[in-house]
């Protein structure tokens, strides 16, 4: 009867519960109870029965292996998942399809010009290319702009998922301790276990997961469940960093840049100044109240803040330190130390008395004969923090830290144990995670082609394409200015020409960085900051329709049609286009010469190099050749070291089959070097040989010298959008199989833990009749025992 009536409330139990998110299906454990051994007067003619039914608990119906293999997906899922949220944010910007954009604009500035081939001269059509050159600047820049929301929405959405993550792992912590206590007191606490199950799904989102279960030995051969969620590394998939261990757990935070000699780096505002990578941070392992850290590390209490009331009269003040020692015990210390009185009320000398103040409390603190050995106190920007000297359980912690009693006007801000220090802390490298957490930071750092760190360049993510626009834009920009100034010969038109051209003084960079000095440009354009000249804008530079500068019907427009041509060339678009870091160096190919070639044979190298700007500009320079190819390229070097310009601008070296050319200027950071691009080689005619030849050279350095894309302007941006479409294609395919295997695995589950109604009616019925044949059973007993005692033996009376 009680197993009966036990069995229907379990089943009560799951039906009420058939549509809570997470509830596993319950099921009475019940075994066949049966007496051991045999009376003294047994009969060995009787039958041994069976003395009933026993109940061992109630468990749940669940599948570890189903566990594994949903978390599993689930982490691809969030992984897909987090890529196509970023990429959806990415198309709404770089998608010209059905609305004006600057594939549009590219297209109406190309037809204003066509308009002015037409109508050279006539003020009305140039200004109506600069309005359009203009509007095209302006969509450039709003794209920029919308890209770095787009950017900012995404940092925002993994700050929160890491703080999610983090809160989760928490909440596991806080169930872990209540499991813990009601497996001592002996109740199963199987809703608390749903609840984890639910948080440990959620969390394999975020992160692929290793979960396993184990025995905790709590002594008198009595022991609990213990619980351990580890990181699974992606490059080895073998369990990790540790995020959960009964009891303890790890904080998980976006891991902070440090300095050169490994020190965190802050900014202006003491804030920490967040890894370059947005790399995980997860900290050592801590009980939940920041007490007890399971690895080798320092204890911190911090004080943040320190306040002073008006008209504070500074003087002597005792500050009360409690704290913990290895074992336990609590001790109260009283420090005297110097509080600064400020000059006036003002804010600059409130400020300079509080870190006078905190100083002298810190090296109170530092001198005191009680706490010199237990802790090291260090004065910051607004507060102190006093870190143990000892590390792990031996260990001393403050617990508490108040001033005493005092006419000084100064109150102490929040005081608290912080978490531990950075040293223990363990950084996920790239590559090393997966799951919804590293695809974002994926999204927020992957440069692809344009990464300098030696990092991998197949990764790309927002930085890609905003420095693919910066790259479109530059290369628009630097080839109009390049055509608006020099001649097809490379000489400028602020001077005569070769073949006696007129100089034109309306000639001048048509694009600049916003604000730069059109004449003395030293900003880097990008899609960010290009804008039409300030020169343009007021008429002082026009743009130039002759080379000649004749106005002579033929030649009267020439210089239009190479602005025309800029849309309609074929470029090679590299990284180092926008990208060229101190270390970028131009290396030639090995040197090759005909037999034929006579020793003494007057040749020129023209040694072709952009600037800061992506100007190029060639340099000429004389040199004869040798009896070998390497005896030429010598002689090439010689010359080299010997012409004032190249030798100006690059360090040279001859590395004996190759030259290596380097800037010798350092840069700072965000502006180009100068590098060289390539060399080509002339007879004394004047006429291109390849008597001689250095063949293809190579650019080394951080940012790569290989093209990402060959084709004019507009073919540029469409493989932006190219790209972006495929990579979308690509990942949401990639989903859709990820997703479908979970949801497949999720049914699986459900038809092993989620509740049946038309099972658990049939329990219903079969524990009800149960418990009614138990009901009848007594009753036959108890009519059989009266029969017994009342009925026999009475006949004949």
């Given at each position: 009867?009680?197993?009966?009536?036990?069995?229907?409330?379990?089943?009560?139990?799951?039906?009420?519960?058939?549509?809570?998110?997470?509830?596993?299906?319950?099921?009475?454990?019940?075994?066949?109870?049966?007496?051991?051994?045999?009376?003294?007067?047994?009969?060995?003619?009787?039958?041994?029965?069976?003395?009933?039914?026993?109940?061992?608990?109630?468990?749940?119906?669940?599948?570890?292996?189903?566990?594994?293999?949903?978390?599993?997906?689930?982490?691809?899922?969030?992984?897909?998942?987090?890529?196509?949220?970023?990429?959806?944010?990415?198309?709404?910007?770089?998608?010209?399809?059905?609305?004006?954009?600057?594939?549009?604009?590219?297209?109406?500035?190309?037809?204003?010009?066509?308009?002015?081939?037409?109508?050279?001269?006539?003020?009305?059509?140039?200004?109506?290319?600069?309005?359009?050159?203009?509007?095209?600047?302006?969509?450039?820049?709003?794209?920029?702009?919308?890209?770095?929301?787009?950017?900012?929405?995404?940092?925002?959405?993994?700050?929160?998922?890491?703080?999610?993550?983090?809160?989760?792992?928490?909440?596991?912590?806080?169930?872990?301790?209540?499991?813990?206590?009601?497996d001592i007191n002996g109740d199963s606490a199987l809703e608390l276990r749903d609840q984890r199950n639910m948080?440990?799904?959620?969390?394999?989102?975020?992160?692929?997961?290793?979960?396993?279960?184990?025995?905790?030995?709590?002594?008198?051969?009595?022991?609990?469940?213990?619980?351990?969620?580890?990181?699974?590394?992606?490059?080895?998939?073998?369990?990790?960093?540790?995020?959960?261990?009964?009891?303890?757990?790890?904080?998980?935070?976006?891991?902070?840049?440090?300095?050169?000699?490994?020190?965190?780096?802050?900014?202006?505002?003491?804030?920490?100044?967040?890894?370059?990578?947005?790399?995980?941070?997860?900290?050592?392992?801590?009980?939940?109240?920041?007490?007890?850290?399971?690895?080798?590390?320092?204890?911190?209490?911090?004080?943040?803040?320190?306040?002073?009331?008006?008209?504070?009269?500074?003087?002597?003040?005792?500050?009360?330190?409690?704290?913990?020692?290895?074992?336990?015990?609590?001790?109260?210390?009283?420090?005297?130390?110097?509080?600064?009185?400020?000059?006036?009320?003002?804010?600059?000398?409130?400020?300079?008395?509080?870190?006078?103040?905190?100083?002298?409390?810190?090296?109170?603190?530092?001198?005191?004969?009680?706490?010199?050995?237990?802790?090291?106190?260090?004065?910051?920007?607004?507060?102190?923090?006093?870190?143990?000297?000892?590390?792990?359980?031996?260990?001393?912690?403050?617990?508490?830290?108040?001033?005493?009693?005092?006419?000084?006007?100064?109150?102490?801000?929040?005081?608290?144990?912080?978490?531990?220090?950075?040293?223990?802390?363990?950084?996920?490298?790239?590559?090393?995670?997966?799951?919804?957490?590293?695809?974002?930071?994926?999204?927020?750092?992957?440069?692809?082609?344009?990464?300098?760190?030696?990092?991998?360049?197949?990764?790309?993510?927002?930085?890609?394409?905003?420095?693919?626009?910066?790259?479109?834009?530059?290369?628009?920009?630097?080839?109009?200015?390049?055509?608006?100034?020099?001649?097809?010969?490379?000489?400028?038109?602020?001077?005569?020409?070769?073949?006696?051209?007129?100089?034109?003084?309306?000639?001048?960079?048509?694009?600049?960085?916003?604000?730069?000095?059109?004449?003395?440009?030293?900003?880097?354009?990008?899609?960010?900051?290009?804008?039409?000249?300030?020169?343009?804008?007021?008429?002082?530079?026009?743009?130039?329709?002759?080379?000649?500068?004749?106005?002579?019907?033929?030649?009267?427009?020439?210089?239009?049609?190479?602005?025309?041509?800029?849309?309609?060339?074929?470029?090679?678009?590299?990284?180092?286009?926008?990208?060229?870091?101190?270390?970028?160096?131009?290396?030639?190919?090995?040197?090759?010469?005909?037999?034929?070639?006579?020793?003494?044979?007057?040749?020129?190298?023209?040694?072709?190099?952009?600037?800061?700007?992506?100007?190029?500009?060639?340099?000429?320079?004389?040199?004869?050749?040798?009896?070998?190819?390497?005896?030429?390229?010598?002689?090439?070097?010689?010359?080299?070291?010997?012409?004032?310009?190249?030798?100006?601008?690059?360090?040279?070296?001859?590395?004996?089959?190759?030259?290596?050319?380097?800037?010798?200027?350092?840069?700072?950071?965000?502006?180009?070097?100068?590098?060289?691009?390539?060399?080509?080689?002339?007879?004394?005619?004047?006429?291109?040989?390849?008597?001689?030849?250095?063949?293809?050279?190579?650019?080394?350095?951080?940012?790569?010298?290989?093209?990402?894309?060959?084709?004019?302007?507009?073919?540029?941006?469409?493989?932006?959008?190219?790209?972006?479409?495929?990579?979308?294609?690509?990942?949401?395919?990639?989903?859709?199989?990820?997703?479908?295997?979970?949801?497949?695995?999720?049914?699986?589950?459900?038809?092993?833990?989620?509740?049946?109604?038309?099972?658990?009616?049939?329990?219903?019925?079969?524990?009800?009749?149960?418990?009614?044949?138990?009901?009848?059973?007594?009753?036959?007993?108890?009519?059989?025992?009266?029969?017994?005692?009342?009925?026999?033996?009475?006949?004949?009376?």
């Amino acid at each position: 009867m009680i197993a009966s009536q036990m069995a229907l409330n379990v089943t009560g139990q799951n039906i009420s519960n058939i549509n809570t998110p997470g509830y596993t299906r319950q099921r009475l454990d019940q075994y066949s109870f049966i007496t051991s051994g045999s009376g003294l007067y047994h009969s060995a003619n009787s039958a041994s029965v069976g003395s009933g039914v026993m109940l061992s608990g109630i468990s749940q119906l669940r599948d570890p292996f189903l566990d594994i293999r949903f978390r599993k997906e689930m982490s691809s899922v969030g992984s897909a998942s987090a890529i196509l949220d970023g990429l959806d944010q990415l198309e709404s910007v770089i998608n010209d399809v059905n609305k004006s954009g600057i594939t549009t604009q590219i297209q109406d500035l190309l037809g204003k010009l066509n308009d002015l081939n037409d109508h050279v001269g006539e003020k009305e059509f140039d200004s109506l290319v600069r309005s359009s050159a203009e509007a095209l600047c302006q969509l450039l820049n709003t794209s920029a702009k919308d890209l770095e929301t787009v950017f900012e929405n995404v940092y925002n959405q993994y700050t929160q998922n890491v703080q999610e993550a983090d809160n989760i792992l928490k909440k596991i912590q806080e169930l872990n301790e209540e499991i813990r206590r009601s497996d001592i007191n002996g109740d199963s606490a199987l809703e608390l276990r749903d609840q984890r199950n639910m948080l440990i799904d959620q969390l394999s989102e975020y992160m692929k997961i290793d979960v396993t279960y184990s025995e905790e030995n709590l002594g008198a051969g009595f022991s609990v469940e213990k619980l351990t969620i580890k990181m699974v590394d992606n490059k080895t998939n073998k369990p990790g960093a540790t995020l959960i261990d009964g009891i303890y757990r790890a904080d998980l935070s976006i891991a902070q840049k440090v300095d050169a000699a490994g020190k965190p780096v802050v900014d202006a505002d003491g804030k920490p100044v967040p890894d370059d990578l947005l790399r995980l941070a997860i900290s050592e392992l801590h009980d939940s109240a920041y007490q007890t850290q399971l690895s080798n590390t320092n204890s911190q209490f911090q004080l943040q803040g320190l306040d002073f009331g008006k008209n504070a009269q500074g003087g002597q003040q005792t500050i009360d330190i409690t704290y913990k020692d290895k074992d336990g015990n609590k001790h109260t210390v009283s420090v005297d130390f110097t509080v600064e009185k400020p000059a006036d009320d003002t804010p600059e000398a409130i400020a300079k008395a509080r870190e006078k103040t905190l100083a002298n409390l810190a090296d109170a603190l530092n001198k005191d004969a009680t706490l010199q050995g237990l802790f090291t106190a260090k004065a910051t920007s607004n507060g102190l923090v006093m870190t143990s000297t000892d590390k792990g359980a031996d260990a001393a912690t403050v617990t508490q830290m108040e001033l005493a009693a005092n006419n000084t006007g100064i109150t102490l801000g929040d005081t608290k144990s912080i978490a531990a220090v950075p040293a223990n802390t363990t950084i996920v490298d790239e590559g090393h995670g997966y799951g919804a957490l590293e695809s974002t930071r994926q999204m927020l750092t992957g440069a692809g082609e344009f990464r300098t760190d030696g990092g991998d360049k197949s990764i790309r993510g927002i930085p890609y394409y905003q420095k693919s626009l910066d790259a479109l834009a530059n290369k628009f920009a630097t080839e109009m200015n390049r055509i608006n100034t020099t001649r097809p010969d490379g000489t400028s038109f602020s001077e005569v020409g070769s073949n006696g051209e007129a100089v034109q003084k309306q000639a001048g960079n048509l694009f600049t960085a916003e604000g730069d000095d059109p004449k003395n440009p030293d900003t880097v354009i990008t899609a960010g900051n290009i804008s039409i000249s300030s020169a343009w804008k007021s008429g002082e530079v026009q743009i130039i329709s002759s080379v000649s500068g004749n106005p002579v019907q033929g030649t009267m427009n020439d210089n239009i049609n190479r602005l025309i041509n800029v849309f309609e060339t074929s470029y090679t678009f590299r990284p180092s286009d926008i990208i060229r870091t101190n270390d970028a160096t131009f290396t030639t190919g090995e040197p090759k010469q005909d037999n034929a070639l006579t020793p003494g044979t007057e040749l020129t190298a023209h040694i072709t190099y952009i600037d800061g700007m992506n100007q190029e500009h060639t340099v000429k320079v004389k040199f004869q050749s040798g009896a070998t190819a390497e005896d030429t390229q010598n002689n090439l070097y010689a010359a080299l070291q010997k012409d004032q310009t190249i030798n100006g601008i690059f360090d040279m070296k001859d590395n004996g089959t190759t030259i290596t050319f380097d800037d010798k200027a350092v840069v700072p950071e965000g502006s180009l070097c100068n590098l060289v691009t390539g060399i080509a080689f002339t007879d004394a005619q004047g006429s291109k040989t390849d008597a001689f030849s250095m063949g293809d050279g190579a650019v080394a350095g951080a940012a790569s010298g290989d093209s990402i894309y060959k084709g004019n302007l507009e073919g540029c941006y469409a493989n932006m959008e190219g790209v972006l479409g495929a990579h979308k294609s690509t990942t949401y395919t990639i989903y859709e199989t990820y997703a479908a295997a979970a949801d497949g695995i999720n049914t699986s589950r459900d038809s092993v833990s989620g509740v049946d109604l038309n099972e658990e009616g049939m329990n219903l019925l079969q524990y009800q009749k149960s418990f009614a044949a138990a009901c009848r059973l007594m009753t036959a007993l108890d009519e059989a025992m009266d029969k017994v005692i009342n009925g026999m033996g009475i006949v004949g009376r």
